[in-house]
């Protein structure tokens, strides 16, 4: 997924739906990210990411509901 922009599409998507969190690249590939914010505004979140931007190849997409946390502020890279 690395070097097609993905973290930043990410974060545009986030702050465009008002979504708390940050997204960051991991050693093997992936991307991981942790989000929060109103049900309705996730459900679009979602929906962008498992898409991802044009050059994107989206394998797998998997979701795990987290407890809130205390993510202060907006949407930020990592």
């Known amino acids: 997924m690395q070097g ?3 973290r ?3 974060d545009k998507c986030a702050k465009r739906e ?3 969190g940050w ?3 991991l050693a093997d590939g992936r991307v991981e990210i942790e ?3 109103p ?3 996730m459900l679009r979140f ?3 990411v498992r898409r ?3 050059d994107a190849h989206v394998e797998q997409f998997e979701v795990e509901e987290l407890p809130p946390s205390d993510v202060d502020g907006g949407f930020s890279i990592r």
């Open 8 to 10: 930043w599409f990410t």
């Open 35 to 37: 989000a929060g914010g």
């Open 46 to 48: 979602e929906e962008n």
């Open 52 to 54: 991802g931007p044009r």
């Open 39 to 41: 049900a309705e505004a």
């Open 18 to 20: 008002g979504i708390r």
């Open 4 to 6: 097609v922009g993905f």
């Open 23 to 25: 997204v960051r690249n």
